[in-house]
């Protein structure tokens, strides 16, 4: 995986997270990620779809992460979390109009044990 230094920001390009390797906090690698969900408006990565194909027997399926469950490391060139098999099996369902129901949003995030992204502007926002 390739990054890109401009100075002080370090850019990477989408065509190279898609496929990146997730691996467990002990650096066991548990899956790959199949896309992310961007906000349209902002611009700001918000989940991570991570396939998680055989994860400790899991079935082969994707589950979106919110992506401040992630965290970039670059010695593995891939995304350390500490997402289990027990948090994929019981995280809530997803279908496609997931993405527009808060509450669904809402309890993702206190799964994985996230700060949602909403409260994340409003920080930001109030510290201006």
Not at 2 to 29: C, F, R, W
Not at 65 to 76: E, G, Q, T
Request: aromatic share 12%.
């Amino acid at each position: 995986m390739a990054t890109a230094s401009y100075g002080k920001l370090n850019l990477i390009s989408s065509q190279h997270i898609d496929g990146a390797a997730v691996y467990d906090s002990g650096g066991k690698e548990i899956g790959q990620i199949d896309h992310l969900m961007i906000d349209r408006i902002t611009g700001r990565v918000l989940y991570a779809v991570v396939n998680f194909s055989g994860f400790m027997a899991l079935h082969p399926g994707s589950h979106p992460i919110p992506w401040a469950s992630l965290r970039f490391d670059a010695a593995r060139a891939g995304y350390v979390t500490d997402v289990t098999q027990e948090m994929v099996e019981s995280a809530p369902e997803y279908f496609d109009e997931s993405w527009t129901d808060r509450v669904w949003e809402t309890r993702v995030h206190q799964h994985y044990g996230a700060r949602p992204y909403w409260e994340e502007g409003a920080a930001i926002a109030a510290a201006r």
